[in-house]
T-cell receptor
Framework: GEDVEQSLFLSVREGDSSVINCTYT??????LYWYKQEPGAGLQLLTYIFSNMDMKQDQRLTVLLNKKDKHLSLRIADTQTGDSAIYFC??????????FGSGTRLQVQP | SQTIHQWPATLVQPVGSPLSLECTVEGTSNPNLYWYRQAAGRGLQLLFY??????ISSEVPQNLSASRPQDRQFILSSKKLLLSDSGFYLCAWSRSRDRGDNEQFFGPGTRLTVL
C-alpha cells in the first residue's frame, strides 16, 4: 500500500533555514500537501505542489519535488519560534485520497 | 465560508464506557468526511471516510464505528472503550473526489483519555 515517511524530529536555531524531508511510494500522486499542526490543535494546510512542478515558492516556504526519487521537501526560510509545530507530508493517493506521514516535529530554539 | 466543528473538545471516559464524538460541517454540501486518530507523539491514522449519507468506509478493524445520519454530520462511536482508544481524534472534510486535489480541511480535534 501507500507509504509516506518523514524524520521524526528537527531542531534549528531561530533565523536559520529548516528543511523537512518526505519520501512516498505512490508515483501517481497528483497533489502533494504540507500541513502544520500546532500543539493541541487540528491541522492547517501550509502549501501544496502539483506533480508537474519541481518547485513552488510561497513567501518563506519553498517546496521541492523530485518525482523520480519520490522525494518532497519543505524549506522554511528565516525560521521563527512560531514555526515550532509538527509538519505532515500528505500526497494524494488513489484509494484514501490523502496519506499522511508520521509528522516531523520542528523545534526552533531562540 | 466553510467551517468544521467538533465536540466535545476534551473527554475523559472509563474503560468499557460508550463513546460518541460529533463532527459537523457548515457552508458546503455533499462533502467527503473523514475521521482520523492521532496517538500521542505519532502521525495520523485514517479510521473512516464517507462520500455520502449512510456511506461509510472503514480503514482499520477496531471497536469503533462511524455513522453519517445527515449530509454534514459525521459521528464516531464505540460501545465499549479500550485503553488503546485514547488519542486525539480529528474530523476533516474535502470537496468532491471527482477533483484531483482532495485538499482536506480539519476540525479542532477532540482529545480522548480512557482511564
Amino acid at each position: 500500500g501507500e507509504d509516506v515517511e518523514q524524520s521524526l524530529f528537527l531542531s534549528v536555531r531561530e533565523g536559520d533555514s529548516s528543511v523537512i524531508n518526505c519520501t512516498y511510494t505512490d508515483s501517481s500522486s497528483t497533489y502533494l500537501y504540507w500541513y502544520k499542526q500546532e500543539p493541541g490543535a487540528g491541522l492547517q494546510l501550509l502549501t501544496y505542489i502539483f506533480s508537474n512542478m519541481d518547485m513552488k515558492q510561497d513567501q518563506r516556504l519553498t517546496v521541492l519535488l523530485n518525482k523520480k526519487d519520490k522525494h518532497l521537501s519543505l524549506r522554511i526560510a528565516d525560521t521563527q519560534t512560531g514555526d515550532s509545530a509538527i509538519y505532515f507530508c500528505a500526497p494524494v493517493t488513489g484509494r484514501r485520497a490523502l496519506t499522511f506521514g508520521s509528522g516531523t516535529r520542528l523545534q526552533v530554539q531562540p | 465560508s466553510q467551517t468544521i466543528h467538533q465536540w466535545p473538545a476534551t473527554l475523559v471516559q472509563p474503560v468499557g464506557s460508550p463513546l460518541s464524538l460529533e463532527c459537523t460541517v457548515e457552508g458546503t454540501s455533499n462533502p467527503n468526511l473523514y475521521w482520523y486518530r492521532q496517538a500521542a507523539g505519532r502521525g495520523l491514522q485514517l479510521l473512516f471516510y464517507s462520500v455520502g449519507i449512510g456511506q461509510i468506509s472503514s480503514e482499520v478493524p477496531q471497536n469503533l464505528s462511524a455513522s453519517r445520519p445527515q449530509d454534514r454530520q459525521f459521528i464516531l462511536s464505540s460501545k465499549k472503550l479500550l485503553l488503546s482508544d485514547s488519542g486525539f481524534y480529528l474530523c476533516a472534510w474535502s470537496r468532491s473526489r471527482d477533483r484531483g486535489d482532495n485538499e482536506q480541511f480539519f476540525g479542532p480535534g477532540t482529545r480522548l483519555t480512557v482511564l
